[in-house]
């Protein structure tokens, strides 16, 4: 089973943006606890999703028992309708 620390690189890597897992109540969660699911898609999700259907289609889906907060380039969270293309090119700026 992998660990939260090891899930949010591999989000990272593909989809061009940072995620912070949670529990289901907001709380945090240690990087080394090793979780149930995991994220082993291929191919990053389409720029035009919203990060609400990211992690509505993604991440709950395949890390069930967790939420995640999505963050942009600056490391704040962003609004679950922002698209997907404007978060990744915040880590541009």
Known sequence: M??????????????????????LQGGEV??????GGDYNFKKPSKDDWTV?????????????????????GAGKAVNKAMKLKNLRGSYAA
């Open 52 to 72: 609400g259907h990211w992690k509505t289609t993604r991440f709950v889906k395949n890390v069930p028992g967790f939420d995640c907060e999505v963050v942009n």
């Open 2 to 23: 992998p660990r939260i620390s090891a899930i949010e690189k591999k989000v990272s890597s593909l989809e061009g943006f940072d995620i912070k897992i949670r529990d």
């Open 30 to 35: 240690k990087a080394n606890k090793q979780v």
